[in-house]
């Protein structure tokens, strides 16, 4: 899955929670999907750029993060250039809520 489908997921969770804001437990459902969706775009979005720029970096790997940032650094780029693109990215998703 790539992050572009997670924020997709995400808000198609958002809809079914405006859809069945009255009924519970349904809308407990749908806004716990919808808080998993969203917490996990930002590791998406990390491991879409891990393979855009081939560091290699496995995501079973300890500390993926901090190894993602040291990566960076090493290629020449800045860690808060890629950071502000995948803000960029996932803003989609902010606009709607």
């Given at each position: 899955?790539?992050?572009?489908?997670?924020?997709?997921?995400?808000?198609?969770?958002?809809?079914?929670?405006?859809?069945?804001?009255?009924?519970?437990?349904?809308?407990?459902?749908?806004?716990?999907?919808?808080?998993?969706?969203?917490?996990?775009?930002?590791?998406?979005?990390?491991?879409?750029?891990?393979?855009k720029y081939n560091f290699n970096i496995t995501d079973y790997e300890e500390d993926f993060r901090k190894k993602f940032k040291d990566k960076c650094y090493e290629t020449g780029g800045q860690p808060r250039n890629l950071i502000n693109g995948m803000i960029g990215k996932s803003q989609k998703l902010l606009l709607i809520t």
């Open positions: 899955m790539t992050a572009d489908e997670k924020i997709k997921e995400a808000e198609f969770f958002l809809q079914k929670i405006i859809e069945n804001y009255e009924k519970s437990p349904l809308v407990e459902y749908y806004f716990h999907a919808f808080l998993t969706s969203t917490r996990s775009i930002s590791d998406y979005l990390l491991e879409d750029y891990n393979k």
